[in-house]
């Protein structure tokens, strides 16, 4: 009866050693609530977290991306650089994620509807953007994890 009990209780431990060495890493989480974005006053802020969470909207970019990019808020939302060549130069631009309550964003060259909540749709701008595989990989995961929250006064 012993060896039973004991064959048991490995089993189960290992199924439990099993799951959490499958398990999904935790997500390095940033937020930029209005507050953070006012104190910045329209600098750019080290991007921190893998996972970005605004007033209006979250999303999930990759982890080698943390500690590499740079926010910079905007009136319609905010837009990512690479920090090495925006502190540069300025340039570095990998893509913006903007909130329209028309259809202007139609004249975007290169863009995706990430989503809508009530009569605003949140549109991911790319037209600038660098064409690198590693980029185009790290915004599939953005459009995949992006969520919009209902219920804020702008």
Do not use: H
Not at 63 to 73: A, H, M, N, S
């Amino acid at each position: 009866m012993g060896l039973k009990t004991f064959a048991c209780a490995l089993a189960l431990t290992l199924s439990y050693t099993v799951t959490a060495f499958g398990a999904e890493p935790q997500t390095a989480l940033q937020t930029l609530s209005s507050d953070v974005v006012e104190a910045a006053s329209n600098e750019a802020i080290p991007m921190t977290g893998s996972k970005i969470v605004t007033d209006d909207f979250s999303f999930v970019v990759p982890e080698r991306w943390t500690g590499k990019c740079v926010v910079l808020p905007t009136e319609q939302g905010l837009e990512v650089y690479d920090q090495e060549d925006y502190e540069s130069d300025g340039s570095g631009f990998l893509f913006s994620i903007s909130v329209y309550e028309d259809d202007s964003y139609s004249s975007l060259e290169d863009y995706a509807i990430l989503g809508f909540c009530g009569s605003e749709t949140f549109v991911l701008d790319t037209s600038k953007a660098d064409e690198s595989k590693s980029v185009k990989k790290g915004l599939k995961e953005l459009q995949e994890t992006f969520v919009a929250f209902a219920g804020n006064e702008n």
